[in-house]
């Protein structure tokens, strides 16, 4: 079984610029979510998706957050006009269907620094 | 609203002592799921266990045992004899069934443990 990926693994950029991560879950998982995680926390929800639709967003998710699942397949969150509050890792996770199912596996997360 | 604490922020233990991360949880629905999660420096989270509310068997796996307890709403994790490569972050996280089906994660602050050699 292929995990969950995510690129890029790093990402340094300037305030007000624009980011994109991208998250491949495993295959079979119809289930997406979205997480940041800050220094020293667990990490917190932001979306999740249920094939192509996005049915949660958390309210730490603002306007300058949006997210995709275009295929049902991978999905890219795009932050606009980033913010050093931004600086995070953010973690993509994905289940299946059934028992198995409730539980998520995580990527290996993108680590942003906005300077 | 659904909450997990996870009191112990840091733990230093010497190679091959026992050592207990606790977990409380907080929620009003029935069923539940409770999930311990271990993050390395490296920063994945890597799954340990799983258990539904209605399931409070104690479970072992090799050097690890969960003991969960509805009647005091704590989900505790103790490894056995414990090595340098336990060394990492544990978290302890909660999903609800009235979440719908998102299920999404509320995680505890997480222990970092530390074994020496």
């Known amino acids: 079984d292929t995990g969950v990926s995510q690129d890029p693994r790093h990402k340094i950029t300037k305030r007000g610029q624009n980011v994109t991560f991208r998250c491949d879950p495993i295959s079979e998982h119809n289930r997406l979510y979205w997480y940041r995680q800050t220094l020293g926390q667990g990490p917190e929800f932001l979306t999740y998706f249920q094939n192509e639709a996005q049915l949660e967003k958390s309210r730490l998710l603002s306007d300058r957050f949006s997210a995709e699942r275009p295929k049902g397949s991978f999905s890219t969150l795009e932050i606009q006009r980033t913010e050093q509050g931004d600086s995070a890792m953010y973690l993509c996770a994905s289940r299946g269907l059934g028992e198995r199912g409730e539980t998520q596996y995580f990527g290996p997360g993108t680590r942003l620094l906005v300077l | 609203a659904q909450k997990v604490t996870q009191a112990q922020t840091e733990i230093s233990v010497v190679e091959k002592e026992d050592v207990t991360l606790d977990c409380v949880y907080e929620?009003?629905?029935?069923?539940?799921?409770l999930f311990w999660y271990k993050q390395p420096p490296s920063g994945e989270l890597v799954f340990l266990i799983r258990?539904?509310?209605?399931?409070?068997q104690n479970e072992i796996s090799g050097r690890y045992s969960w003991n969960f307890q509805k009647s005091t709403s704590s989900f505790n994790f103790t490894i056995t004899a414990s090595q340098v490569v336990d060394s990492a972050v544990y978290f302890c996280a909660l999903s609800e069934f009235s979440s719908g089906s998102a299920r999404q994660l509320t995680f505890g602050s997480g222990t970092q443990l530390t074994v020496l050699p």
């Open positions: 929620t009003r629905d029935t069923t539940y799921y």
């Open positions: 258990r539904n509310s209605f399931d409070e």
